[in-house]
């Protein structure tokens, strides 16, 4: 297909990654924009002094890309800081963009890709690759909305959950039990909390056996999956990418009898570790395998389960078999030896080696349907594979409904099967600013149902972070509440002001019928659900240097507030707004503000929503699940604008489409 605003560059001899869904014509030579050097194989552009970039996705820092450096291998780091260059995804699409002129760039390169912006040389934007076959597409458009488009277009619709997956859900690494799930859904219910999901981690498993489920701890498994939907709850078990390597478990005899596992040089299964202790990894590029794996969704699904998250999928590696020898052996070098600084380094080093080792990466490879390839050429696909083995499982095995499905690694392509979490962030301040930069980021690479891990993962949490980060988490697709083993509990109960958390998702589920239509319109239409201020607002230079106020959708703008101890913040209006200061969905109140730089109050149970002119802000009465919610009798916040200008849109909510 000859496409107008789309150009395909081919260099070397580059494997079909399954990101791009149109066929578009081959142009010869070099994109352009760019220079080519051979000798280092890499590409440049030369920026103008006031070029933004935008994309890549899930990373650290900045809405604005320029000034850092970004590593494209999907990788299982908990320590989400800014001097880090790589964290679970790999979403190589960019916009570059000075409002005289723009166009975007999408690098179709499974391995190791390198976004030099302007970090070696600040004014240069240098692309290379550990591995040069690669398809490298030029996207050109008037504006980076319509940059968005296309590539969308290309790479084909975003995944569409079930509508109660706009629910609230409640997460924590170390509910054991059916009971302490019931505790959760029974804490939430006397608080009058709405919640529509709790999660299963890793501890409901038998020995974190994928597609097991602990008989003692969760005793007629059936049953209380029924019991928890009949209290309004979806629960939504975890899958790792390890198959645990133990005699008679039926997936791993399946696996190994069908040939179905990554294997080394010498044809035997790559043997690593992660949770369930040593496994073997699924072949998820082989279609074969996929196809084995993703009806194993079936054995929960055929128990009542509706959704799923796919975790360790980069995949994360405790160690392997293999390097874990090579380690033991040197160690020894080093026992009788006295350590001077040196040394000191370089056993620690040794030793701190043996998880996410780089060489372990090169020790196993895939058949791609025939192809052999080595497993760090096409590093990055792996959690997209695996997310696909699901996702297509789900379309032969549950044809009628939607299933609820995200993962923590992914690749261009994923969005097509699942959202993602944004993995293991820290009870931080800052992580809650950044998880504001990340959502922009996520809608332009086609990642609608996302979200993070709400007050933080690791780390101490205290209240007022977590909810503050409800407050801006009510505007985030994916709606969850989630806490790693051994941290301070952060369900809503474990603090003392509840009914502000009550307000705060009630006002969510008052909204759902306005997320709802703005996500379902972005996913139809190849729109951004969530987009920063420097796209809508092109010639307002300072909209370029906003990145703590964000889009929601066509009718509003929201301002979290992201800061300890605040009681208000600086809100930039670009355009003459109506702010609602929200208490509760029933309890607010309303100013026009002219545009300009404002000091705008908002206490800790107050959040900031700003309707543009023109437009229409539908609510709700608040339910206590989303089923619940009449989208009938909804009532209608307005400035200079009719009720009818809004256009709702409405589907059963669980039907494919
Ligand atoms: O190595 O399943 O990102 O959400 O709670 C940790 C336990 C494994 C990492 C996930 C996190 C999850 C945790 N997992």
């Known amino acids: 297909m000859i496409s107008n605003n789309i150009k395909k560059f081919v260099f070397g001899n580059p494997i079909n990654t399954g990101a791009v869904v149109k066929d578009i014509d081959t142009s010869v030579g070099v994109p352009k924009e760019f220079e080519y050097d051979r000798a280092t194989d890499s590409f440049s552009f030369s ?87 690669t398809y490298f597409y030029v996207i050109d458009g008037n504006t980076p909305y319509e940059i968005v488009s296309s590539f969308r277009s290309l790479i084909g619709r975003s995944y569409i ?24 859904a029974k804490r939430y219910k006397e608080l009058n909390i709405p919640i529509d999901m709790i ?3 890793i501890d409901y498993m038998q020995d974190f056996k994928d597609f097991t489920v602990n008989p003692e701890r969760f005793p007629d498994f059936e049953n209380f999956v029924a019991e928890m939907k009949n209290e309004g709850i979806h629960l939504v078990p ?57 009806d194993k969704y079936k054995i929960l699904t055929d128990v009542g389960i509706e959704g799923f998250w796919n975790d360790m999928n980069e995949p994360a590696i405790f160690y392997t078999e293999d390097h874990l020898k090579e380690v033991f052996s040197e160690i020894k070098n080093y026992e009788n030896m006295e350590l001077d ?35 760090d ?67 332009m690479t086609g990642f609608l149902y996302s979200g993070a ?52 998702v009630e006002l969510r589920y008052s909204l759902i019928p306005y997320i709802y239509s703005e996500f379902m319109k972005a996913v139809l239409n190849n729109t951004m659900y969530c987009a920063p201020l420097a796209f809508e607002y092109r010639h307002d230079e300072r909209c370029k240097e906003i990145e703590d106020q964000l889009l929601i959708g066509s009718s509003i703008m929201i301002a979290p507030v992201y800061e300890q101890n605040k009681t208000g913040r600086y809100v930039y209006l670009p355009e003459e707004m109506k702010l609602i200061r929200f208490r509760s969905c029933n309890d607010y109140d309303e100013e026009v503000l002219s545009s300009g730089d404002h000091y705008v109050k908002a206490d ?48 059963d909510g669980i039907s494919r489409i």
């Open 604 to 651: 800790l149970n107050e959040l900031l929503v700003f309707i543009r002119k023109g437009k229409v802000l539908p609510l709700a009465k608040p339910a206590r699940h989303v089923n619940d919610i009449d989208f009938e009798n909804l009532s209608y916040i307005t400035f200079d604008s009719k009720p009818d200008d809004y256009d709702l849109y409405r589907d």
């Open 377 to 443: 050429k096409v590093h990055n696909l792996y959690g997209f594979y695996m997310t696909r083995s699901a996702g297509e499982a789900f379309e032969r095995n549950n044809p009628d409904k939607r299933i609820l499905m995200f993962s923590r690694s992914s690749y261009t392509g994923m969005h097509r099967y699942g959202g993602i979490w944004t993995g293991d962030n820290l009870s931080w301040w800052s992580h809650l600013l950044l998880n504001i930069k990340q959502m922009p980021s996520l809608s």
């Open 47 to 133: 920026f103008e002094k006031d070029d933004a970039v935008y994309g890549l996705g899930e990373t650290v820092r900045g809405i604005n890309k320029r000034g850092w450096i970004y590593v494209s291998n999907n990788y299982d780091d908990p320590h989400h800081e800014e001097t880090k260059s790589s964290l679970y995804a790999s979403q190589n699409f960019l916009i570059i963009d000075n409002s005289k002129r723009c166009f975007g760039i999408f690098i179709d390169n499974p391995g190791t890709v390198t976004f030099d912006i302007g970090y070696t040389n600040s004014d240069l934007f240098t692309i290379s690759f550990e591995d040069n076959d």
């Open 453 to 504: 891990d709400i007050g933080g993962f690791g780390g101490n949490t205290t209240e007022d972070l977590v909810l503050r980060w409800t407050e801006f988490g009510i505007f985030t697709p994916l709606f969850r509440n989630h806490c790693a083993l051994g941290c301070r509990e952060q369900e809503m109960y474990q603090f003392e002001k509840t009914s502000d958390f009550k307000n705060i």
């Open 341 to 375: 600084i040196w040394s000191f380094f370089e056993f620690k080093d040794l030793i701190g080696s043996i998880d996410n080792y780089p060489e372990d990466y090169k020790r196993f490879y895939h058949d791609f349907d025939g192809i052999k390839i080595r497993h």
């Open 238 to 294: 975890i899958i790792d990418a390890g198959v645990k390597i133990q005699k008679d478990y039926d997936i791993y005899e399946e696996g190994v009898a069908g040939d179905y596992f990554c294997k080394k040089e010498d044809g035997s299964n790559l043997v690593a570790a992660v949770w369930p202790g040593k496994v073997h990894f699924p072949d998820f590029l082989n279609s074969k395998a996929r196809k084995w794996f993703g």
């Open 199 to 201: 999660y299963l981690d």
């Open 161 to 184: 959950p079930p509508i109660w997956a706009f629910g609230f859900g409640q997460s924590r690494w170390g509910y054991e039990s059916a009971d302490d799930i019931r505790t959760v």
